[in-house]
């Protein structure tokens, strides 16, 4: 019988079945399918017609999903039998290349790890799964995660959409340059300093960091147990605040800890039921002044003229700026408590020893760094030396700890001293690097990355346009806010992005794109012959 209602629906579609993935939002593929004017087949078929077009000039997929049409035949049989439950009901979605999705590999767009394989989905995968997304396929990252050029021996180098000499920012810059350029409604993104921020801050994105612990963090290629977190990047803070509800529906997960610690009345929120309450008069909002380079260049000018335009703008809504000049937010300096090399290691081998992980692949960090199958940047050789032979048992852990929990109590003394509801800041004193650029330098994430507390990246303008970037080279603003604050962010940015809509579409991408007829998915194969000269693969020193 539902085979029938499914050929019959097909019948009935045949004549109106169309879609437009440019800008798409879950709403308006949700109202599209209960019009009867496409079907999730077609949904899905519009995106991958938009990857085919564009994605080999930003090079911004590792892989696509072999099963996303047999899933979205499945969704539409549901939805001929009138059954279109879920919040993510037939929304295409796309992973960063460190998720673990059954299905697909999980690289960390490393050819040393390319024949890793899980058995189990990311919880968060799961959730979005259960709420009926499609899962389209992984994104390109900094390799391992480790850095913010989007470039991996697996994967190649990322190409900013907006300008094509520059990169995306990172590390999930796959996931920023495939949201901006409509491959998906959003992404996922993990974060260990900046690598949710960058990439929103870098395409004109929305991007959201939770507070410690909110979402389980099972199944992650990590980094660093205390830095580690993941969150969505979308178009619009309705989509990420949908995204964010279901990731954090996850709950408490005893394989990860971080979980365990997060009160009761944190959990089970919708997050878009706050989205449009009050409004921005009357906020007392803080500027970070130490997270600002104050000295003008073509790189930096155009981030400071964007924060001055941003904080008149908020100043005419009726929001009230409080300078924060504490000389404790220096993001050089308070990048000196970071604790990734003495974390690295241990969870990178407590994650490649899972059960769940199959396929022939390495299974140590040792044999990753001993494969000459990787890619490391030179920025980076001291640190994977570094974290060759630290551990958390080095006295210098411990030190980091302790200035940590000084720097939390330091954030929650000044909301409090200063009766602030959130504070703001540039993602990056300048502008995204450019490609072959020796790391991706002057991004504020550490902050929040250390403290575990939320962030919600915005828009803010576009640097002045060029031959290279066409409408300007895009750039974000960070909003922070207190532990579990995520509805009042959320909320914060909702009004900031309604008042002062600063989206725009990639101009090379900024067309609608005809849809094929695909009887499978087509393979995606990354373009590696790009990769800069200055970051040679399976090199771990300069000498």
């Known amino acids: 019988m539902l085979g029938a209602l499914y050929l019959q629906a097909l019948t009935v579609n045949a004549q109106a079945d169309s879609f437009d993935s440019l800008e798409s939002t879950i709403e308006s593929i949700r109202a599209a399918l209960l019009a009867n004017s496409t079907t999730c087949r077609t949904v899905v078929s519009s995106f991958v017609a938009r990857i085919e077009a564009f994605n080999p000039t930003i090079n911004a997929l590792v892989s696509l999903n072999p099963n996303a049409f047999a899933t979205a035949d499945e969704l539409d049989q549901r939805l001929a039998a009138g059954d279109s439950a879920g919040k993510l009901f037939c929304v295409p979605v796309l992973l960063k290349d460190n998720f673990d999705a059954v299905g697909m590999n999980t690289t960390g767009a490393s050819i040393a790890l390319a024949g890793n394989r899980p058995s189990v989905d990311t919880p968060s995968v799961k959730a979005f799964r ?7 396929g992984k994104t390109n990252l900094h390799e391992m995660a480790l850095e913010g050029l989007s470039v991996s021996s697996l994967g190649g180098q990322t190409i900013n959409p907006y300008d094509h000499t520059r990169t995306p920012g ?20 993990t974060d260990a300093v900046n690598s949710l921020r960058s990439p929103a801050s870098a395409n004109n994105l929305v991007s959201i960091r939770p507070s410690r612990g909110l979402v389980s963090r099972a199944g992650i290629l990590p980094i660093s147990f205390t830095q580690d977190s993941i969150g969505p990047i979308a178009r619009n803070i309705q989509d990420l605040a949908i995204a964010l509800t279901v990731m954090a529906s996850v709950g408490n997960d005893e394989t990860d800890n971080a979980t365990l610690l997060v009160p009761p009345e944190a959990r089970g929120i919708d997050y878009t039921q706050n989205l449009d309450g009050g409004g921005l008069e009357g906020l007392r909002i803080g500027l970070l002044d130490g997270f600002w380079n104050h000295t003008e260049s ?13 904080i008149d703008f908020l100043k005419s809504q009726g929001v009230e700026i409080i300078n924060v000049t504490e000389s404790i937010y220096n993001a050089t ?21 899972s059960p769940s992980l199959a396929g022939d692949r390495l299974t140590t960090w040792d044999e990753v760094y001993g494969s000459g199958e990787f890619l490391v940047i030179p920025a980076q050789y001291n640190f994977v030396s570094n974290s060759r032979n630290s551990t958390t048992a080095d006295p210098g852990f411990a030190t980091a700890q302790q200035g940590i929990a000084d720097l939390k109590a330091a954030i929650n003394a000044t909301f409090i001293s200063n009766e602030l509801d959130a504070v703001i800041y540039p993602e990056q004193k300048n502008l995204v690097v450019k490609i072959g650029s ?16 939320p962030v919600v990246t915005v ?3 576009f640097s002045p346009s060029t031959v290279d970037a066409p409408i300007g080279v895009p750039i974000g603003m960070e909003i922070l806010g207190l532990p579990f604050s995520e509805s009042k962010l959320l909320n914060i940015a909702n009004h900031f992005t309604r008042l002062r809509p600063l989206r725009k579409t990639p101009m090379f991408a900024n067309e609608t794109v005809q849809i094929g007829s695909y009887l499978s998915m087509p393979r995606m194969q990354p373009n590696t012959s790009n990769i800069p000269q200055a970051y040679p693969l399976g090199v771990l020193s300069s000498q």
């Open 170 to 189: 990172g590390s999930s810059g796959g996931t920023g340059a495939a949201i901006a350029t409509s491959f998906a409604v959003f992404g996922t993104g």
């Open 333 to 353: 300096a308070i990048a000196n408590l970071d604790v990734q090399r003495y974390e690295f290691k241990e969870v990178m081998n407590r994650y490649l020893s």
């Open 459 to 461: 828009p803010v303008g």
């Open 438 to 453: 020796p790391s991706q330098a002057g991004r504020n994430g550490i902050l929040a990355a250390l403290t575990g507390v």
């Open 130 to 136: 259960d709420e009926g997304a499609v899962i389209l």
């Open 298 to 310: 073509n790189e930096t000018t155009p981030v400071i003229n964007a924060l001055a335009s941003t």
